[in-house]
């Protein structure tokens, strides 16, 4: 029998759930997903984007909205340039039930093997000007990014003026396949009970 043909790409898979947010005077809310990578990733399985159910927070609780939405996605490519990102906006609903921002989160996916809990801050834009700021306040429609991926980006945030508010908690489990035959270590000789949180 032959040798086995060399793999041509490295695999990653990621599994897990977006389990929980918590977010001053936000008692409904639900989440938009969406993975976004570099243009030689190929997705192989799962859905790059979704939304959640509606959360409610119980009256007399500890004002965490539970989701437990999983996630499932699996990639391909043969460079780890464009490493896929998660990104997440939380929208609530104001006092008239329109859906409103809430707050927007972006993380990487992990680079080594292992089980990881990880916290995304939430932030949202401001208001450019009083102008703004005031007609928003008029209309009950607060300022938010015209593109949802613009959180993954790099350019153009150092400009972005924005609020923190919130936290949602995400559990992935991460494996790869075929990392070492491209000369990276994914780190899975390493103890995998690993945790990590994501400042923005």
């Not at 997903?33 to 799962?46: K, T």
């Not at 539970?66 to 340039?81: E, L, Q, R």
């Not at 959180?151 to 494996?175: A, F, I």
Request: glycine share 10%.
């Amino acid at each position: 029998m032959g040798d086995a043909p060399a793999p041509t790409s490295f695999t990653i898979l990621a599994t897990g759930q977006i389990e929980c947010a918590e977010i001053p005077d936000c008692t409904n809310a639900y989440l938009k997903f969406q993975f976004v990578a570099g243009e030689d990733w190929q997705l192989l399985d799962g859905l790059e984007e979704g939304i959640t159910q509606a959360a409610r927070v119980p009256e007399g609780r500890d004002g965490v909205l539970v989701w437990n939405f999983p996630i499932d996605i699996t990639y391909k490519t043969t460079n780890a340039f464009g490493w896929p990102q998660l990104v997440v906006a939380v929208y609530g609903l104001d006092v008239f039930g329109r859906d409103v921002i809430k707050g927007y989160g972006c993380m990487h996916l992990p680079m080594c093997a292992g089980r990881y809990t990880q916290t995304l801050r939430l932030f949202r834009p401001r208001s450019a000007s009083l102008l703004q700021s005031f007609t928003s306040w008029l209309t009950g429609m607060p300022a938010e990014f015209s593109d949802p991926k613009f959180p993954s980006y790099g350019e153009g945030r150092e400009v972005t003026r924005v609020q923190s508010g919130g936290s949602v908690k995400v559990q992935v489990n991460l494996m790869t396949k075929d990392m070492d035959v491209f000369g990276y270590v994914d780190g899975s000789g390493r103890d995998p009970a690993l945790n990590a949180v994501i400042h923005m």
